[in-house]
């Protein structure tokens, strides 16, 4: 059972426990945790008739397993990245718009007075001016940059998004760009 322990050696998050009767091999995996109460928890309690077929099943399991873990090891690798670079490609100057309401959309605009660090911002509120109307209670609005209509305040990037409120989120837009807005019914 040499290919049982270098198992259990290379992965030191999984253990391996085998109990061997008259007429068969039983394999139980446990996976180190925090959340349980013990420490581990059981993912696997199997019984083989042979030990290659044991061997056989288990480095398959056990490789699934850990190639699982490589992959969302390499996403939150990346999606840390991403978050970096869209960090990175806020700059003072920009705009933000949040779109939000119920029976009505409201549009909100804010532009970037002032950058303290990688991950906060400063922001102003700006007035948003009617381009043309849509409908009965709607129209088309373009933020104005650099007509303040608030005093400064902070808020945190999340990438190139800002979380406004508990329902709102802000997200970063060109100064070309229009929005929907409607007031009622």
Request: one cysteine or more; aromatic letters at 10%.
């Amino acid at each position: 059972m040499t290919t049982i322990t270098e198992l259990n050696t290379k992965y030191n998050e999984i253990s391996l426990n085998l109990e061997v009767n008259s007429e068969h091999l039983i394999a139980r995996v446990y996976r180190i945790s925090n959340r349980s109460r013990m420490g581990f928890k059981n993912v696997i309690h199997l019984r083989f008739k042979t030990e290659e077929r044991m061997v056989e099943f288990l480095t398959k399991d056990v490789e699934t397993r850990f190639a699982k873990i490589e992959t969302k090891n390499k996403a939150k690798v990346e999606q840390k990245e991403k978050l970096e670079i869209e960090r990175d490609s806020v700059k003072v100057g920009d705009i933000f718009v949040d779109c939000w309401g119920y029976e009505q959309t409201n549009v909100d605009a804010y532009e970037v007075v002032a950058k303290p660090s990688k991950a906060t911002v400063v922001l102003r509120s700006i007035a948003v001016e009617s381009i043309e109307d849509t409908s009965y209670c709607s129209d088309r609005v373009k933020p104005i940059k650099g007509n303040f209509t608030s005093g400064e305040f902070k808020k945190r990037l999340n990438g190139n998004t800002i979380k406004m409120s508990s329902f709102s989120h802000a997200f970063k837009a060109e100064e070309k760009d229009t929005f929907h807005r409607s007031w009622g019914y």
